[in-house]
């Protein structure tokens, strides 16, 4: 009897460990993705300006809206030779949502002979957050480097 307990406990920590690992998501399970709504999306032909604040991340102001677009890997040549960013939307969007970036899944960046880069999230950001990250920019360039056309499939 006195072995049968400890043996108890050693299982009831094993079981609460393995319940606790299946709770917790993993490092390479995705997390869910919330676009934003079509009106908030970033309408590419409205880019003001653009600024790389690592190779994950960027911002982009459209008017007075200020996006923030975090990328599913590291891109480290984005905004680079020449500069410019190049938003490509999904299939979806490029049709039904006038080529806007949502934040939804096979929407891509890249610029001017780089491969393009998947974008993991787009969320709205204030201009207090947006003046921050563009002080700390490593390239920045202004919407006139958008294509006026959409690139070909």
């Keep these: 009897m006195k072995t049968l307990i ?5 299982a009831l920590t094993a079981g609460a460990g393995v319940a606790q690992a299946a709770e917790t998501p993993s490092a390479l399970t995705p997390l869910p993705r919330t676009p934003l709504h079509t009106s908030d999306c970033i ?11 690592d190779a994950r991340t960027a911002i982009v102001r459209t ?4 996006y923030l677009v975090k990328l599913q890997s590291e891109c480290p040549r ?3 030779s020449p500069p ?3 938003f490509r939307p999904n299939r979806s969007n490029a049709v039904v949502n006038q080529g806007r970036i949502c934040g939804e899944v096979g929407e891509t960046v890249r610029s001017r002979n780089q491969p393009p880069c998947p ?3 787009v969320s709205k950001i204030d201009k207090p957050r947006f003046d921050e990250l563009s002080a700390h920019a490593m390239r920045h360039g202004s919407g006139a480097d958008q294509p006026t056309t959409m690139p070909a499939h």
Excluded: F, Y
């Design 84 to 86: 410019g960013l190049i």
């Design 6 to 10: 400890p043996i108890l406990l050693l």
């Design 63 to 66: 008017g007075p809206k200020r």
């Design 119 to 121: 974008i993991e999230s």
């Design 43 to 53: 309408d590419t032909s409205q880019i003001n300006e653009w600024h790389i604040v």
């Design 78 to 80: 984005l905004g680079m």
